[in-house]
C-alpha cells in the first residue's frame, strides 16, 4: 500500500515519531472551542496505524487500557517489521510513540535522516464525534487519520469508497485535486477495522484563501457559478459511482420507524408530544419524495456542510474567486444536488457564518441566496419543481442530520439542545415560511 512519496503504513510508522496530543474534527459552523471530546488515545492511535497493515493484530483500547510501547506495540513490530526494517536495538518507545533510528531507514529506503512528523490541532470546536488527527512530515507533505466508532462501519467504507472514485475522476477536470486522495490498497480503499473502532488515511488537501464571514453580492454570484460548475463536474462522474445503499428516502422510512417504536421517547430524550411532531414531518416528507417523482430524480456526489470552514478559494487576477479544496466529508452522500444548498443559503446569508448553531430556514428566502441562485442557475439550469423543493431539503437536513442521526455527529449536550430546537423553532418556522421569493 503506497501514497503519493512512496510510503507505507508501516513504514511510516517505524520512521517517524507521532506525538498524538490534538484532535480535529468538522467545525459544522461553530467557532468558540468547547471542552474536547475524550478521545482515541495517542499510544492507541499509534497501534492502530500498526495494526492497519497487519492480518489479526490486536484492537486499540482506550483510558486504563492504552497500549503501551513495551507490552503492546513492540511485539507487533518485532513480528511484522523487523525482517524489513532491522532488528537489535533501532526499536525504542518512550510511551507516546515508537521510534527507529533514522539511519537504518536511510541505509534501506533512502529516506532522510532522522524523518520526522508532528501533529497539530487546527482550533478545531470539537462538535463531532469523529477524530481527526493531522501529521505534518519533514517532506511538507501532510497525512490525515480519521477515526470513528458511532454508527456503521460498512456505510463508513461506503462513503469513503465512493469518495475516493469521486476524487480520481475529478483528475484531468479543472476541479482536480479539490478533494482529499484517500488510500487505497490492492485497487480498494484502505481502512483499519475491529468491530469498535475503525480509521480512513486522507492526502491531506492543499488550503488557499477563505471568503470573509459576510460576503458581497459578487462574491455569492461568483460562489453560486463556481457551485454549478462543480455541480457539472459531478453530474459527467455520477455514472461512473456504484450506487449507494442509503438515500434520503431509506433515511426517512428509518427516521419513521424509530419513531414509531414504544421506546422512542426514551430513545430521542424527547416528550410523546415532540415525537408526534417529528413524525407527522417525516411522514410528510415521505409523501413528497412520492409526488415529485424522487426516484427518477438525477443524484450527483454531493457533499452538503458547505459552511466556510470547509473549503478554500483561489483569487483570480480579476478580482474572482475558484473553488480551490474541499474537506470535511461526514455528510458525502450520492443524492440530487439539492442537498447541498441549504449550507450554501447559509454562507450566503446577510449574516453570513454565523459563530453559533442557527438551523432556520429563512436563509432559503433571503435576498444574497436569490442572487446565488439566479448565477447557479445561468450555468446550471434549475427547474421550478427543483426550486419549490428546497425547503424539503432543510426539513430533511433537520429531520435526519439534527433528530435521526444527532448523536452521531454532535456531541450530547449539543444533540439534545438541538433535537428539541428541532421540535420548538426549527420545523415551527419551516411552517411558517413564505417561499415565494424562491419561485418569483
Not at 102 to 127: I, K, L, N, Q, W
Not at 318 to 338: M, N, T
Not at 397 to 420: M, P, Q, W
Amino acid at each position: 500500500m503506497k501514497r503519493a512519496h512512496g510510503f507505507t503504513l508501516i513504514e511510516m510508522l517505524v520512521v517517524v515519531t507521532i506525538p498524538f496530543a490534538f484532535q480535529l474534527s468538522g467545525l459544522h459552523g461553530l467557532d468558540p472551542a468547547p471542552p474536547a471530546v475524550s478521545g482515541v488515545d495517542p499510544q492507541g492511535l499509534a497501534l492502530l496505524v500498526a495494526a492497519a497493515t497487519l492480518t489479526g493484530g490486536p484492537s486499540p483500547a482506550r483510558g486504563d487500557d492504552a497500549p503501551l510501547f513495551e507490552r503492546d506495540i513492540r511485539p507487533i513490530l518485532r513480528a511484522h517489521c523487523l525482517d524489513c526494517h532491522g532488528a537489535g536495538d533501532e526499536f525504542a518507545g518512550d510511551g507516546d510513540a515508537a521510534h527507529v533510528s533514522g539511519e537504518a531507514m536511510h541505509v534501506r529506503h533512502g529516506f532522510p535522516s532522522p524523518f520526522t512528523a508532528a501533529v497539530d490541532d487546527d482550533a478545531s470546536a470539537h462538535v463531532s464525534t469523529n477524530r481527526v488527527y493531522r501529521l505534518h512530515l519533514d517532506d511538507g507533505s501532510t497525512l490525515v487519520g480519521k477515526v470513528s466508532s458511532y454508527g456503521s462501519y460498512f456505510l463508513f467504507y461506503e462513503d469513503h469508497d465512493r469518495l475516493s472514485r469521486c476524487a480520481e475522476l475529478l483528475q484531468g477536470t479543472r476541479f482536480q485535486g479539490m478533494l482529499a486522495e484517500i488510500w487505497r490498497k490492492d485497487g480498494r480503499l484502505f481502512t483499519w477495522y475491529d468491530q469498535r473502532m475503525w480509521a480512513v488515511f486522507y492526502d491531506d488537501v492543499q488550503r488557499r484563501e477563505s471568503l470573509p464571514k459576510v460576503l458581497s453580492v459578487e462574491q455569492v454570484r461568483n460562489l453560486g457559478r463556481e457551485i454549478a460548475e462543480f455541480h457539472l463536474a459531478c453530474t459527467d462522474l455520477a455514472p461512473h459511482i456504484p450506487p449507494a445503499s442509503k438515500t434520503i428516502k431509506s433515511d426517512a422510512i428509518h427516521l419513521l420507524e424509530l419513531l414509531e417504536s414504544p421506546f422512542a421517547t426514551r430513545n430521542f430524550g424527547l416528550q410523546a408530544e415532540s415525537i408526534g411532531v417529528l413524525w407527522k414531518h417525516t411522514h410528510r416528507f415521505l409523501e413528497r419524495l412520492i409526488s415529485i417523482g424522487y426516484d427518477e430524480w438525477p443524484k450527483i456526489p454531493v457533499l452538503i456542510d458547505w459552511n466556510l470552514g470547509n473549503f478554500s478559494v483561489a483569487p483570480n487576477d480579476d478580482g474572482s474567486f475558484r473553488l480551490y479544496s474541499r474537506w470535511d466529508y461526514d455528510w458525502f452522500r450520492v443524492e440530487p444536488r439539492l442537498l447541498d444548498f441549504y449550507f450554501l443559503s447559509r454562507v450566503s446569508s446577510t449574516t453570513g457564518d454565523r459563530t453559533q448553531f442557527t438551523y432556520g430556514p429563512h436563509t432559503l428566502v433571503e435576498a444574497p441566496f436569490l442572487q446565488f441562485l439566479d448565477a447557479y442557475r445561468q450555468v446550471f439550469p434549475l427547474s421550478r419543481d427543483e426550486i419549490a423543493f428546497l425547503p424539503e431539503v432543510y426539513r430533511f437536513f433537520i429531520l435526519n442530520y439534527v433528530v435521526r442521526e444527532g448523536a452521531r455527529f454532535f456531541r450530547d449536550d449539543l444533540c439534545t439542545k438541538f433535537r428539541n430546537d428541532a421540535v420548538r423553532s426549527y420545523l415551527p418556522a419551516l411552517e411558517r415560511l413564505d417561499i415565494s421569493p424562491l419561485l418569483g
